[in-house]
């Protein structure tokens, strides 16, 4: 098949990229490097199947494909509260046109979706059928409210226009090839400990997550698109549903570096949620998947590739 994936040169996207190539698939990679990095994708590109295009999805494109994964969106609070205008753009905009584009080419379209579109949960472990706690005036609601309207639309192009949609509910993701400045959690400890600088807790650290290996996460968005006929069209979620507290997760990491940073803790920021876990009963019935990766090994690996960039964002 040929497949686009926009948003391809990102942290998750670029590991999608490979796994589609590896499966023998055709992959025009799509992200205009915001927060996505070319280097992500350069071992990609000798081969013949994949295609790297620099654009913007706010911006329209005409192409021929069979699939489309829209993941292009930047995803920490560092990089899509730089510029909100532009992120809500990116989520309604950016929808909008690989929506359009799944229509008229007859594509089957995934939405990379988020764990934010809970907020800050009342019920926990989240499950697909509880609607959130979001704050839609907040410095969040950019990203927040963006991917709830861009699943809106995911759904009314399904009613409306009958095109094939998947949506996948992402939690806490990590791996090789994030950002060392993308001022998430895991980067922001694994940097810290690295230079033996302060490792820095927002809040008690009595708050939790859950984190996934970014191998299980492609595993599960690759189950998903391929799953079911034209009437299903999830949300599902997509995470590791054992929880961590942010203060063990910053200990962990100091282990494994063998650092001698010490932990300094400052105020918890706006809107940030005190629980994040998802139920994955949905995806393991429909999908067969769980995440299969410990965390200990996750870590590990991801700290074995930061080491070798150098630090470099």
Not at 148 to 170: F, G, K, P, T, W
Not at 188 to 198: C, G, T, V, Y
Not at 300 to 305: A, E, G, L, R, W
Request: one cysteine or more; hydrophobic letters at 35%.
């Amino acid at each position: 098949m040929q497949i686009l994936v926009t948003g391809g040169a990102g942290f998750i996207g670029s590991h999608l990229c490979r796994a589609l190539l590896d499966k023998g698939e055709e992959v025009i990679c799509l992200d205009n490097l915001f927060s996505g990095r070319k280097k992500n994708v350069y071992g990609l590109m000798a081969r013949k199947e994949f295609e790297f295009v620099r654009h913007d999805v706010v911006e329209p494109i005409l192409l021929e494909v069979d699939q489309i994964y829209h993941l292009a969106c930047p995803a920490s609070p560092v990089y899509y509260q730089h510029n909100p205008v532009k992120t809500i753009k990116v989520n309604v905009m950016g929808t909008l046109n690989m929506l359009g584009l799944a229509k008229r080419v007859g594509a089957r379209i995934l939405l990379a979706s988020t764990s934010e579109v809970y907020g800050d949960p009342k019920e926990h472990p989240q499950k697909e059928t509880y609607w959130g706690n979001v704050n839609p005036n907040g410095p969040r609601s950019c990203y927040d409210e963006g991917k709830r309207c861009a699943e809106s639309l995911m759904m009314d192009y399904h009613r409306q226009n009958s095109v094939q949609i998947r949506i996948a509910r992402i939690f806490n993701t990590y791996g090789p090839h994030m950002r060392t400045d993308d001022g998430r959690v895991v980067t922001n400890f694994i940097d810290q400990a690295l230079k033996n600088e302060p490792v820095t807790i927002y809040g008690s650290g009595s708050q939790t997550r859950s984190f996934c290996y970014v191998d299980d996460m492609v595993d599960g968005l690759i189950r998903l698109m391929g799953h079911g006929g034209a009437d299903f069209t999830g949300p599902v979620n997509l995470g590791n549903p054992m929880e961590t507290t942010i203060e063990d997760l910053a200990e962990l990491v100091i282990r494994l570096t063998g650092s001698s940073s010490p932990i300094r803790y400052h105020p918890l920021p706006v809107d940030d949620p005190a629980r994040r876990c998802p139920d994955i009963s949905l995806a393991s019935k429909i999908l067969g998947w769980k995440p299969s990766t410990l965390l200990e090994a996750g870590l590990k690996t991801t700290i074995d590739s930061l080491k070798s960039e150098g630090g470099k964002p």
